[in-house]
């Protein structure tokens, strides 16, 4: 006799349960959150929804079932840490981050195992609507009201105690929404209760007052129909239904919305535990009661929980109450904390301040302060970079923020490094000079300061800087041509009827010029031969033979200046109408009584700034305000000695031709703001200054002080330093290259800090440092 075998298959075997596994991604804000977007999460969510068509399928012998979809938001809260953590299947993971990441651009996401559960005496509260799911809770997506009142927990609770917050999202089927919303707002219209919970004895006896009145007022209709009587627009009945019935409000626009918004399952449960049960209840029933903050048509009612659920068991909370709420609704529990909460409750977050100082500018000359990063301070330098170094600096902060002693600290260390420092300070007393003068002698290095206030050591007015005694006859022509350029720019500076002399006076003042600085013959005598037809015989019999013709257009328009008397043909004077533009700005020039000694005196004494940039030392040229009247001398006189040194580089690059033998001038100015026409001046030479081995450096309150310079700037690779203190107008002019940083991020800065935009040779870095301190 045959046994037969007989197999046998478990339940399991023909019906599989599917769990998805979900993944725990810990939140880590930074200080430049925005939750604008934050329904974008929600959307998301809303995305992951799957039809039971989708859920179930035959994998082989074997059903399977897939359960359900969710994500959850938890808010862990203790006494000294606060977390927030995204629960998402593992599927998701990837979209999730990214999702998250476009919402909140800096936030940092850890992955992170299973939420520590509750322990010890627990209790829980959920949160229901107290009306239909068609009425909508507040949603101002601009604030975070709901979160700040949730976190003033925090300043209640007691070192053991905790709090969590945990919302679960499910997916769910769209298509039943709209029947639900005009189920709802057909009650709404009807007068009908619209309350979620069991309706009250009171409700009803309500109610049935309102039917009753309706009905009264339809009788009272339909008689004065049928005798042609008026109805009042509003009447006496329908305002007593209105007044019995409170629910018969004006709907929302949020509410209004809701109808065609996407909508999510949403349970709500807060969580608490501690050593004292009944402190562990009120603490939840505060967070409950914060979400008050949010009431809107509707609201959130809570009550306690039966049962208190595990917070990893696949992210479901069987006793909870289900909401459908807008993904507008739930952007109000999708937040995590801004700035001022961040701070005010010590949340860890991420100091979006702190960036990695790029490599190239972790070593240099100029120190620009430290940074810190991840807890390790790193110094910070200028570039050093060959095409970079000699770009300009613009340094920005209002009275007192630090930049006196930022440029000390730069003086000293390019000095340090052998280069030369000009500064020019003519605010004040000069107090720039004699602080950093100061900094600068205690480390060792030499100084020259130019007192342009002392008339003992006044220099003579000209441009010695440019002398030739060469007899190249080359060399001799092009050094009274660069002379006859700088005194047009300062004749021009001093603005006379026109902004610019008429040609034919340009023509006559450097017909002069070059006649008198061929023989290096001060600028006095400029204007000299200009106005006495005896001087202006000498100069011309004065030209060398061999300059003859390169000065023959010169001398025949100095010629056109001669009044010849129509008699003997002798020269009797000149023909003053012809020069009276120019004379009338001399005439200016002269008017401040420095610049007039200046013009007596000849040159023979002068320093020669192009011998003196070509040592290592700091060059001060002190221009008090005292020396001045008006803002034009001080505007006239700062272009003089600007031209001066322009004068002097361009000497020195004639003498040393290659730029990697230049040694570097830093050129300091303090408050260009003051004088516009040094102001326009440097903008004409700021992209051509580099090739004279040179680098500007200037301060100012605020880029709108600076108009005629401001535009240049950018175009010409500036590097900048916002210091703490700049406002917003600062931040709005250079909103695209200081991005990712924001304005909240300049306005928050500690004192004595700075945003700095510095160009590098993979184009400009952003980060914060602590600016030196002073030079003790």
Not at 255 to 281: F, H, M, Y
Not at 425 to 453: F, Y
Not at 554 to 579: C, F, M, P, R
Not at 690 to 707: D, T, V, W
Request: net charge neutral; with cysteine; charged share 25%.
């Amino acid at each position: 006799m045959e046994l037969t075998l007989t197999k046998t298959m478990t339940i399991s075997d023909y019906f599989k349960m599917i769990k998805p596994e979900y993944v725990y991604l810990k939140l880590i804000p930074d200080t430049s959150i925005r939750n604008y977007n934050s329904s974008a999460l929600a959307k998301m969510i809303a995305n992951m929804y799957q039809g039971i068509n989708k859920r179930i399928y035959k994998q082989e012998k074997t059903w399977c079932f897939k359960s359900p979809m969710r994500c959850s938001y938890f808010i862990d809260i203790q006494k000294n840490d606060v977390s927030f953590y995204f629960i998402v299947p593992g599927q998701y993971e990837s979209i999730a981050r990214e999702k998250i990441s476009s919402v909140w651009p800096r936030v940092t996401i850890e992955k992170t195992d299973k939420v520590k559960e509750f322990e010890g005496d627990k209790v829980s509260y959920n949160l229901g609507y107290k009306k239909e799911d068609a009425l909508s809770l507040d949603t101002d997506a601009r604030g975070n009201t709901l979160l700040s009142s949730i976190l003033n927990i925090v300043d209640v609770i007691e070192e053991e105690d905790r709090v969590g917050i945990f919302y679960n999202f499910v997916p769910i089927n769209q298509r039943y929404w709209n029947a639900d919303y005009k189920h709802t707002l057909d009650k709404w219209k009807q007068y009908k209760p619209l309350d979620r919970n069991k309706v009250s004895v009171g409700y009803l006896l309500k109610y049935s007052a309102i039917c009753l009145l309706w009905l009264i007022q339809s009788v009272l209709d339909g008689i004065c129909d049928a005798f042609g009587e008026n109805k009042n627009e509003v009447s006496t009945l329908t305002n007593l239904t209105d007044a019995l019935n409170r629910t018969r409000i004006e709907l929302s626009e949020q509410t209004k919305r809701k109808k065609n918004e996407i909508i999510l399952d949403t349970q709500i449960a807060i969580l608490g535990s501690g050593p004292n049960l009944s402190r562990s209840k009120s603490n939840v029933i505060s967070v409950c009661q914060g979400f008050n903050s949010i009431e809107g048509d509707n609201e959130l009612i809570y009550k306690e929980n039966k049962k208190f659920e595990a917070l990893n068991d696949s992210c479901v909370y069987r006793s909870v109450e289900r909401n459908k709420m807008s993904v507008s609704e739930c952007q109000n529990l999708l937040q995590l904390p801004g700035r001022e909460l961040l701070e005010k409750h010590k949340i860890e977050h991420i100091n979006t301040l702190e960036v990695l100082v790029p490599e190239e500018l972790q070593k240099g000359v100029m120190c620009i302060g430290e940074s810190t990063y991840k807890g390790n301070s790193i110094k910070a330098y200028l570039s050093m970079d060959r095409n970079f170094k000699y770009l300009t600096t613009c340094v920005i902060g209002p009275t007192r923020a630090g930049k006196t002693t930022l440029i000390s600290n730069m003086g000293v260390d390019s000095a340090r490094a052998s280069e030369i420092n000009v500064f020019f300070d003519w605010c004040g007393n000069c107090e720039l000079t004699e602080e950093v003068k100061v900094a600068l002698q205690k480390q060792g290095i030499k100084c020259l300061v130019i007192d342009c206030s002392d008339p003992k050591d006044l220099q003579g007015l000209g441009y010695n800087e440019l002398y030739s005694n060469s007899n190249d006859v080359f060399d001799r022509y092009r050094s009274s041509k660069a002379q006859s350029s700088q005194l047009m720019t300062l004749i021009n500076s001093v603005q006379g009827d026109e902004t610019e002399l008429r040609a034919r006076m340009e023509r006559y003042l450097e017909a002069a010029a070059v006649t008198v600085f061929i023989s290096n013959g001060p600028i006095r005598d400029v204007f000299g031969i200009l106005q006495r037809h005896q001087l202006r015989a000498e100069y011309i019999n004065k030209i060398p033979t061999n300059q003859q013709v390169n000065c023959q257009e010169y001398i025949e328009a100095l010629n056109e200046l001669d009044e010849v008397d129509k008699k003997s043909s002798e020269v009797i004077g000149t023909k003053i109408s012809a020069i009276q533009g120019i004379l009338n700005r001399a005439n200016k020039l002269k008017q401040n009584t420095y610049v007039e000694m200046m013009l007596k005196k000849d040159c023979s004494k002068n320093f020669n700034l192009t011998e003196e940039i070509m040592k290592s030392q700091a060059i001060f040229i002190k221009m008090p305000e005292t020396m001045f009247s008006t803002e034009i001398e001080k505007d006239i006189y700062a272009t003089y000695w600007l031209t001066k040194l322009w004068a002097a580089l361009q000497q020195r690059k004639w003498l040393v031709k290659e730029l990697d033998n230049l040694i570097k001038v830093n050129m300091y100015f303090d408050e260009l703001y003051q004088t516009p026409n040094c102001q326009d001046f440097l903008r004409s030479k700021l992209s051509q200054i580099a090739k004279f081995g040179a680098k500007p450096i200037i301060s100012c309150h605020y880029l709108g002080q600076i108009p005629i310079i401001r535009g240049e700037l950018k175009a010409a690779n500036t590097s900048y330093m916002l210091i703490a203190g700049c406002d917003k107008m600062n931040y709005n002019e250079l909103k695209e290259e200081l991005d990712p940083y924001n304005v909240d991020d300049l306005l928050h800065m500690k004192r004595y800090h700075s945003l700095n935009l510095i160009k590098t040779s993979d184009g400009y870095a952003r980060f914060i440092t602590k600016l030196p301190r002073p030079i003790s």
